[in-house]
């Protein structure tokens, strides 16, 4: 089993700055790409930025120049740096792990989810 803990969500005003933090624990072989998704009230959940092993970043275009996705190999945990965070921004922000585990191959797996709130 494979637990991924998401940190540092929060509220910020318009134009401020937040970082995410996700750490995957348990047992698996190695993790494949990590990333974040995110879900505003009365939307599908949607892709804000993936990163492989090897940090090779992807990026939803309406977060591109703004938020910056980075990964820490050893630690298993992959981060989320926003900037200039908008009121289009708010949503429960997801980690991904696509893990890949000697019993079950590849698998994805999620975080619980961090609360992510623009507001003046």
């Not at 879900?39 to 959940?45: F, V, W, Y």
């Amino acid at each position: 089993q494979v637990q991924l803990v998401e940190s540092g969500g929060g509220l910020v005003q318009p134009g401020g700055s937040l970082r995410l933090s996700c750490v995957a624990s348990g047992k698996f072989v190695s993790i494949n790409a990590m990333g974040w998704y995110r879900q505003a009230p009365g939307k599908q959940r949607e892709l804000v930025a993936t990163i492989t092993y090897g940090t090779r970043t992807n990026y939803a275009d309406s977060v591109k120049g703004r938020f910056t996705c980075s990964r820490d190999n050893a630690k298993n945990t992959v981060y989320q740096q926003m900037n200039n965070l908008s009121p289009e921004d708010p949503a429960v922000y997801f980690c991904n792990a696509r893990v890949i585990d000697a019993v079950t191959g590849t698998r994805d797996y999620w975080g619980q989810g961090t609360q992510v709130t623009v507001s003046s």
